[in-house]
């Protein structure tokens, strides 16, 4: 596609339930970043893949938040017995990552999550 | 660690008067700055980005940042902005291995 494409692009769930939020990057590009960000606050990172490999997963709040990109495309980032903390908008981005360039990281419009 | 501090949540101003949007950053390496710009319930958006090179960097939509080494400072600056450019916006600084560290976000808003 044109751009990275988010879904759901809103999710109510219940506390307790678990969900899943797929990013689908721009093709071809190699880094795929997720951010989380709570209302009237910016985007806090949680965790980096290039290609399958997660390299970074220094921001994921707690062992509730699971991300993976098994093929290197298409990536799910997994929340497990939701909590009302957890309601945010939940940002995909991806970049070329080409070495030794600082290549333009692209956002997806987010998916929105309240927990109820 | 590095860090981005935007000095303004809000910022209102009327159509077609200047503003300055202000962004200091830490970091004891080499920095990477950017703005992005989020219109309401959409995506973040790039706006422009200093790598390198001249300090003074523009958008094509008539938004300028200077990058200022010496006050660590990223502000970002539109001699006459537009009902159009209501939206949050955001600065950043790419840490190594790639991922950004955004400020909190400045609110822009444009009165007619």
């Known amino acids: 596609g044109a751009g990275v494409s988010q879904s759901p692009r809103y999710k109510v769930a219940k506390r307790g339930q678990d969900v899943a939020l797929r990013c689908d990057p721009i093709s071809g590009h190699v880094s795929l970043f997720w951010y989380q960000q709570a209302l009237g606050q910016g985007p806090e990172f949680l965790t980096y893949f290039q290609n399958e490999a997660q390299l970074d997963k220094s921001g994921l709040p707690s062992d509730r938040f699971f991300a993976e990109r098994p093929e290197g495309s298409v990536s799910t980032l997994k929340i497990q017995r939701t909590q009302q903390e957890d309601s945010a908008v939940y940002l995909c981005?991806?970049?070329?990552?080409?070495?030794?360039?600082?290549?333009?990281?692209?956002f997806g419009e987010g998916s929105w999550l309240t927990v109820v | 660690a590095q860090s981005v501090t935007q000095l303004d949540s809000q910022v209102p101003v009327f159509e077609e008067a200047p503003v300055e949007l202000r962004c200091n950053y830490s970091s004891s390496v080499s920095v990477y700055l950017f703005w992005y710009v989020q219109y309401p319930n959409q995506g973040l958006q790039l706006l422009l980005k200093y790598l390198s090179g001249s300090t003074l960097v523009e958008s094509i939509n008539g938004f300028e940042a200077e990058f200022n080494k010496s006050q660590t400072s990223f502000h970002l600056r539109k001699p006459s902005v537009h009902i159009s450019d209501t939206a949050e916006y955001f600065c950043a600084v790419r840490q190594t291995g790639g991922k950004l560290i955004f400020g909190q976000g400045t609110e822009l808003s444009v009165k007619p």
């Open positions: 981005a991806s970049s070329l990552a080409r070495r030794g360039q600082v290549n333009t990281i692209y």
